[in-house]
């Protein structure tokens, strides 16, 4: 079967039943109390979702499988003479729940090259579009595209056992995760380099082969694709893009229809876009202030004139965290190691000395602090990666990992259709004015 597979069903059977015990035992247990302001807005904070391989820690920010990204970054397995981890160790640790060696990533890096021929109906269906279709469109049409090379429908159309679910989902998230660089690198060579295209590199790594595939040979642009696709893999399971994956497939929509709607939802503006918006908030600073590199004391000025104006400075601020993001910091560490005298990457850093103390005066800001998207722009422009509208294919490729090991845990899990009940607002008045019943009492 494969060594991670025969892993992962021992894994997932193991937890399987220990879930049935807890649920026969604790079941009926209250985990918590929902508000009126949070069923009305977007259900912020309610617990609902059980994601295996990643939390969000108000103070240590995201752990997978129980990992800092500080402890990731100095336990996941290297490339060979790099220093940053391989996403594929993140992905075998997230789907096995054990940290991999060399050699468990190494199998994980082989099998995906193995699969990551990608069919010409493919090339053909991003073709087909206008070159000025935004490439997350583009992205979406070819994974899409790719859905006919599924397992899972036709083996369920055979009539599949529940128990065996898990199977075919995991090998169509192998092959969309195999093949996932090579349709982001096509639609970027396609739209913004005259289509003048660049074949993998089966000697390379999946992050490695992808920045190859975009066109950067230097050395640490591979190790930056390396960190950027480990640091963005996973976030939960209650963000939009990895939820709406999880609810897809709920209804056993196969993985490239789930993984499909999910990038959908990353694509809108308030997920997925925010490092786009971070460089372009600087850069209308730059302008502003006639400089490209502002002083703090300019920043403070521009900042206090961004926020007088009702607007927000964008990359600062998060749901759940309460201090600096570590994705952050880990960007951070990796400009001070690569480009330290960066005047874009410097005002970053500057930025994030005076802004947070700014944030803390208002009071209305429990998270004042940078999350992950406050650096990630500044470092691919550095790279002459200026094609903004792109960030969030990068973004989507990375989230693949997270979200595709999700759903295998769900499938082998048997996790239900998710169908969440809701109220009308009238049912509201009724139940405010003590006519009606509407929390199920």
Same mark, same amino acid.
């Given at each position: 079967?494969?060594?991670?597979?025969?892993?992962?069903?021992?894994?997932?059977?193991?937890?399987?039943?220990?879930?049935?015990?807890?649920?026969?035992?604790?079941?009926?247990?209250?985990?918590?109390?929902?508000?009126?302001?949070?069923?009305?807005?977007?259900?912020?904070?309610?617990?609902?979702?059980?994601?295996?391989?990643?939390?969000?820690?108000?103070?240590?920010?995201?752990?997978?499988?129980?990992?800092?990204?500080?402890?990731?970054?100095?336990?996941?397995?290297?490339?060979?003479?790099?220093?940053?981890?391989?996403?594929?160790?993140?992905?075998?640790?997230?789907?096995?729940?054990?940290?991999?060696?060399?050699?468990?990533?190494?199998?994980?890096?082989?099998?995906?090259?193995?699969?990551?021929?990608?069919?010409?109906?493919?090339?053909?269906?991003?073709?087909?579009?206008?070159?000025?279709?935004?490439?997350?469109?583009?992205?979406?049409?070819?994974?899409?595209?790719?859905?006919?090379?599924?397992?899972?429908?036709?083996?369920?159309?055979?009539?599949?056992?529940?128990?065996?679910?898990?199977?075919?989902?995991?090998?169509?998230?192998? #092959? +969309?995760?195999?093949?996932? =660089? @090579?349709?982001? /690198?096509?639609?970027?060579?396609? !739209?913004?380099?005259?289509? $003048?295209?660049?074949?993998?590199?089966?000697?390379?790594?999946?992050?490695?082969?992808?920045?190859?595939?975009?066109?950067?040979?230097?050395?640490?642009?591979?190790?930056?694709?390396?960190?950027?696709?480990?640091?963005?893999?996973?976030?939960?399971?209650?963000?939009?893009?990895?939820?709406?994956?999880?609810?897809?497939?709920?209804?056993?929509?196969?993985?490239?229809?789930?993984?499909?709607?999910?990038?959908?939802?990353?694509?809108?503006?308030?997920?997925?876009?925010?490092?786009?918006?971070?460089?372009?908030?600087?850069?209308?600073?730059?302008?502003?202030?006639?400089?490209?590199?502002?002083?703090?004391?300019?920043?403070?000025?521009?900042?206090?004139?961004?926020?007088?104006?009702?607007?927000?400075?964008?990359?600062?601020?998060?749901? #759940? +965290?309460?201090?600096?993001? =570590? @994705?952050?910091? /880990?960007?951070?560490?990796?400009? !001070?190691?690569?480009?330290? $005298?960066?005047?874009?990457?410097?005002?970053?850093?500057?930025?994030?000395?005076?802004?947070?103390?700014?944030?803390?005066?208002?009071?209305?800001?429990?998270?004042?602090?940078?999350?992950?998207?406050?650096?990630?722009?500044?470092?691919?422009?550095?790279?002459?990666?200026?094609?903004?509208?792109?960030?969030?294919?990068?973004?989507?490729?990375?989230?693949?990992?997270?979200?595709?090991?999700?759903?295998?845990?769900?499938?082998?899990?048997?996790?239900?259709?998710?169908?969440?009940?809701?109220?009308?607002?009238?049912?509201?008045?009724?139940?405010?004015?003590?006519?009606?019943?509407?929390?199920?009492?």
């Amino acid at each position: 079967m494969g060594i991670m597979k025969d892993r992962f069903l021992e894994k997932s059977t193991t937890l399987s039943a220990e879930i049935k015990e807890i649920l026969k035992e604790h079941g009926n247990k209250v985990v918590g109390e929902v508000t009126l302001s949070q069923v009305y807005q977007g259900m912020r904070g309610i617990t609902g979702l059980v994601t295996e391989t990643s939390l969000l820690d108000a103070q240590e920010g995201i752990r997978f499988r129980g990992y800092s990204i500080p402890e990731l970054q100095a336990k996941l397995p290297k490339a060979p003479g790099g220093s940053e981890p391989l996403p594929e160790g993140l992905f075998y640790l997230m789907m096995i729940g054990e940290l991999p060696t060399e050699e468990d990533a190494n199998h994980v890096t082989n099998v995906l090259q193995r699969r990551s021929h990608v069919p010409s109906h493919v090339f053909e269906a991003i073709d087909a579009l206008p070159l000025n279709t935004h490439p997350m469109t583009m992205f979406v049409v070819g994974v899409m595209a790719l859905q006919t090379e599924n397992y899972f429908q036709k083996r369920y159309s055979e009539g599949i056992n529940k128990k065996d679910y898990w199977l075919p989902v995991f090998d169509d998230s192998i #092959v +969309l995760l195999s093949r996932l =660089p @090579r349709i982001a /690198a096509y639609i970027y060579r396609r !739209k913004y380099k005259n289509g $003048d295209h660049i074949q993998p590199n089966g000697l390379l790594d999946w992050a490695g082969n992808f920045a190859h595939m975009l066109g950067y040979g230097d050395e640490s642009f591979k190790e930056l694709m390396r960190l950027y696709m480990t640091i963005h893999a996973d976030h939960e399971g209650g963000n939009v893009s990895a939820h709406t994956t999880h609810l897809v497939g709920s209804a056993l929509s196969d993985p490239y229809l789930a993984y499909a709607a999910g990038m959908n939802g990353l694509a809108g503006p308030l997920h997925g876009l925010a490092n786009q918006e971070v460089v372009k908030w600087i850069f209308e600073m730059q302008k502003e202030l006639n400089t490209d590199a502002p002083t703090k004391e300019q920043i403070v000025d521009y900042v206090k004139s961004t926020l007088n104006s009702g607007k927000v400075v964008p990359g600062y601020g998060h749901a #759940v +965290l309460r201090k600096t993001d =570590p @994705r952050f910091t /880990a960007q951070m560490e990796f400009g !001070k190691k690569h480009m330290p $005298d960066d005047k874009l990457v410097n005002t970053v850093w500057n930025i994030y000395e005076v802004v947070p103390p700014i944030l803390q005066q208002l009071g209305k800001i429990k998270n004042p602090w940078p999350n992950v998207d406050a650096h990630s722009g500044a470092l691919l422009v550095h790279y002459g990666m200026v094609e903004y509208e792109f960030y969030t294919v990068l973004f989507a490729v990375s989230r693949a990992l997270g979200v595709l090991a999700s759903l295998c845990w769900d499938r082998a899990l048997g996790f239900s259709i998710e169908r969440p009940k809701s109220i009308t607002t009238d049912a509201v008045k009724k139940w405010l004015d003590g006519k009606e019943q509407i929390w199920g009492e």
